[in-house]
């Protein structure tokens, strides 16, 4: 995700490669960075923060503990962070800080890795509405963007965060239906994407209700209302009601688990 906002900042043209600051644990990422993206790329979290002015945190959850404790000597009032580590909150981040700081908490997704990822952000205590927009503005650089309070986050890790993988998995058996129906493999795959991706493009393009443009396609006694009878009997939209209910729920327990554990 660090990478992915690197090339939209850079193909944007939102900012120089040249105040660019990367640190990754792995030094061969580090030197991959380096070399790819012309940025400059120190060894320590510390020497990061120390030079910068817009602090992102692109680390995993478990991870950020070790992080806020490294550099929280080099957190103030100055600096502008970024979390975009799931299930943590603004208040866990805040608590590594005596001065209050300026924090911003988003949720990005996976399309980020080609500029179509989907992020919904939340301002700190102390962060200003300059900031909310300046952030806003960077991850708009990979995607779109929503503003929402914080106490629905959870909620946004389960839809947008782990949609994809629901998507995938949808996807993945358009494909394989489309095999045992007679299809190439390679045909079933270019038609069900293609499929997905004009149909999603029609809900945009078009601003109707997803339920107005299935209207459209479904013709009395026709294919598709048999189709979605076994959909609607095989309980379809619960499912994906239950999947989605599931991950926020497993985003809140983690939450939870991490506080605790600074707590011990």
């Avoid at 890795?113 to 952030?135: C, F, H, M, V």
């Avoid at 598709?224 to 599931?246: C, D, F, R």
Wanted: proline share 2%.
């Amino acid at each position: 995700m660090g990478e992915a906002l690197i090339k939209g900042l850079l193909g944007k043209n939102f900012i120089s490669s040249k105040n660019i600051i990367g640190m990754d644990i792995s030094k061969e990422r580090l030197r991959y960075i380096k070399k790819t993206y012309s940025v400059e790329a120190v060894q320590r979290n510390r020497d990061a923060v120390k030079k910068g002015d817009i602090i992102i945190l692109a680390v995993k959850p478990q991870d950020i503990t070790t992080v806020l404790k490294e550099i929280a000597g080099e957190i103030n009032r100055s600096k502008l962070l970024i979390s975009i580590a799931a299930g943590v909150s603004l208040k866990f981040i805040e608590s590594f800080s005596s001065s209050k700081i300026r924090l911003i908490r988003v949720m990005p997704n996976t399309p980020a890795l080609i500029q179509e990822g989907a992020a919904a952000l939340s301002k700190g205590n102390y962060a200003t509405e300059d900031d909310l927009e300046t952030a806003r503005k960077i991850f708009n650089t990979i995607g779109k963007t929503v503003i929402i309070d914080e106490k629905l986050m959870d909620a946004v890790t389960g839809l947008s965060g782990s949609g994809p993988a629901y998507i995938f998995t949808i996807v993945e058996a358009l494909i394989a239906a489309g095999v045992k129906m007679g299809l190439s493999r390679e045909v079933s795959q270019e038609l069900s994407v293609q499929t997905l991706l004009g149909s999603a493009k029609m809900i945009v393009e078009t601003g109707e209700h997803p339920a107005r443009l299935r209207d459209m396609v479904t013709s009395p006694g026709g294919t598709t209302v048999a189709g979605l009878h076994v959909l609607e009997k095989e309980g379809l939209s619960e499912i994906i009601m239950n999947a989605i209910e599931a991950a926020t729920k497993r985003s809140k327990e983690l939450g939870k688990f991490l506080s605790k554990k600074k707590e011990k």
